[in-house]
């Protein structure tokens, strides 16, 4: 099943099947190791839902929910 990264549930992972950033954001998120058959899990929500934080490979980071829609994930 897939669905939008921004959309995973808290210690839900999934296996990113897509990205549909912008060149820019796109290299930038590639150098925190968001690249396509990576696993992901979406470790921590704000009140608001934004920003989303995220773990891969050890390391944890926030990502905007708007970013974290532009990538899909296989659950």
Sequence with gaps: MQK???KLNINEEGTITSIALEEI???KVMHLGLIKNARIKCVFKSP???PIAYQIKGCTFALRSEDASKIMVEI
């Design 25 to 27: 954001k796109y290299f």
């Design 48 to 50: 608001l839902q934004d």
């Design 4 to 6: 939008m990264l921004s």
